[in-house]
Nanobody, 127 residues
Framework: QVQLVESGGGLVQPGGSLRLSCEVS????????IGWFRQALGKEREFVAV????????RYADSVKGRFTLSRDNAKNIVNLRMNSLKPEDTAVYYC????????????????????WGQGTQVTVSS
């Protein structure tokens, strides 16, 4: 059983930055993929980014490409999502998720691809 805990959300002004962290525990993670999703009020959950545990494969949604960056602290079992140049439309609850699989990680862009989810952290971009 894999457990995920997100942290780092908050209120930030447009153009600002935040770093979200996802701490993962409960399994050997070498062959896992970690994804980030977000859900704005009244909207469906959408894919943001995904990384293999080694970082050799990543993919970003077009809406965040060039602004968001994934990184890992493998010693601490943490995957970070650095968010720069934030916009009001980035406001959402952000979730990290995990699944076993390391071969075709960039294809893991659907909610149904993931087996384990964190509780979410709120990001609000507003002046």
């Amino acid at each position: 059983q894999v457990q995920l805990v997100e942290s780092g959300g908050g209120l930030v002004q447009p153009g600002g930055s935040l770093r979200l962290s996802c701490e993962v525990s409960g399994s050997t993670l070498d062959y896992y993929a970690i994804g980030w999703f977000r859900q704005a009020l009244g909207k469906e959950r959408e894919f943001v980014a995904v990384t293999s545990w080694t970082g050799s494969q990543t993919r970003y949604a077009d809406s965040v490409k060039g602004r968001f960056t994934l990184s890992r602290d493998n010693a601490k079992n943490i995957v970070n999502l650095r968010m720069n140049s934030l916009k009001p439309e980035d406001t959402a609850v952000y979730y990290c998720a995990a699944r076993a699989g390391h071969i075709v990680v960039p294809t893991y862009t659907q909610e149904s691809d993931y087996h384990y989810w964190g509780q979410g952290t709120q990001v609000t971009v507003s002046s």
